[in-house]
């Protein structure tokens, strides 16, 4: 299955493509990700290895395997990487092609994606329409993870010098915010999370058919007990 993404990063398209040379880096800003080793072919060309926790519901997969750097054209700003992987419990396989190529946008970079995506098992029984919506999902959380990266490791610019007059006080420290929840110790690709939106999006008369129905059910049975 063929699927196609498009998205812009604040930083020049030299600074963007340095970037997506680092696996490990790219790895932290998707979700259940994880690289355990990086290294090279013969050729030179980076490889690396590592595992992807995925949830679908009840059902807990975790995917090994490895990939490389295929084809790499730094003037051309495109690199093709092929990856392929196996659940540990022998639930289904995953295996992709993907294509990136970028292109300055004035002081940003374009960046277009084109994954070849072959999957067997659980989450194989979706659709390419629905894996589309999904993945755009996935991607957006993805992009604000590599913004807030690339953003923190661009140089600050330089503050424009203030007469003294015009100089605010100096403001008493701030007591720091109290502390919110803590978040759950779980960094799993949740794609039934991911799904359930787009689900109810594409079947939504029939979601929220089966809806009532299972608050009907579980009204009749509360009845039945207090009897």
Same mark, same amino acid.
């Given at each position: 299955? #063929?699927l196609? %993404?498009? +998205?812009? @990063?604040?930083t020049p398209v030299?600074a963007? !493509?340095s970037? /997506?040379?680092?696996?490990?880096?790219?790895a932290?800003? /998707?979700? $259940? *990700?994880q690289?355990?080793s &990086?290294g090279e072919?013969?050729?030179? =060309?980076?490889t /690396?290895? $590592?595992?992807?926790?995925?949830?679908?519901?009840?059902? *807990?997969l &975790?995917? *090994? $395997?490895?990939?490389? +750097?295929?084809?790499?054209?730094?003037?051309a %700003?495109? /690199?093709?990487v092929? =990856?392929?992987g196996? #659940?540990k419990?022998?639930?289904?396989?995953a295996g992709?092609?993907?294509? &990136?190529?970028?292109?300055?946008?004035g002081? =940003?970079?374009?960046v277009?994606? %084109?994954?070849?995506l072959?999957?067997?098992?659980?989450?194989?029984? +979706?659709g390419? $329409?629905?894996m589309?919506?999904?993945?755009?999902?996935l991607?957006g959380?993805f992009? *604000?993870c590599l913004?807030?990266?690339?953003? =923190?490791?661009a140089?600050?610019?330089?503050?424009?010098?203030a #007469?003294?007059a015009d100089?605010?006080?100096?403001?008493?420290?701030q007591?720091?915010?109290a502390?919110?929840?803590?978040p759950?110790?779980?960094?799993a690709?949740?794609?039934?999370?991911a799904?359930?939106?787009?689900?109810?999006k594409t079947y939504?008369?029939?979601?929220? @058919?089966a809806l009532?129905g299972?608050v009907?059910v !579980?009204?009749?049975?509360?009845?039945?007990?207090?009897?």
């Amino acid at each position: 299955m #063929d699927l196609t %993404h498009s +998205f812009t @990063v604040p930083t020049p398209v030299g600074a963007t !493509w340095s970037s /997506f040379q680092d696996i490990g880096e790219l790895a932290e800003c /998707f979700p $259940g *990700a994880q690289v355990t080793s &990086v290294g090279e072919t013969d050729e030179g =060309a980076p490889t /690396f290895e $590592g595992t992807c926790k995925v949830k679908l519901g009840p059902i *807990a997969l &975790v995917y *090994a $395997g490895s990939g490389a +750097f295929v084809e790499r054209d730094e003037s051309a %700003h495109r /690199f093709l990487v092929e =990856a392929k992987g196996r #659940d540990k419990r022998g639930n289904g396989t995953a295996g992709a092609k993907v294509t &990136v190529s970028m292109q300055a946008a004035g002081d =940003a970079t374009q960046v277009d994606v %084109h994954t070849d995506l072959a999957i067997t098992g659980k989450p194989a029984q +979706f659709g390419r $329409g629905v894996m589309q919506d999904v993945s755009d999902k996935l991607l957006g959380q993805f992009v *604000a993870c590599l913004e807030q990266k690339l953003s =923190a490791a661009a140089p600050p610019p330089e503050p424009e010098p203030a #007469d003294e007059a015009d100089a605010a006080p100096a403001q008493a420290p701030q007591p720091p915010p109290a502390a919110g929840p803590t978040p759950p110790d779980d960094d799993a690709l949740d794609l039934g999370a991911a799904m359930l939106p787009v689900l109810l999006k594409t079947y939504g008369r029939q979601a929220a @058919v089966a809806l009532l129905g299972l608050v009907g059910v !579980w009204v009749l049975i509360r009845r039945l007990r207090r009897r």
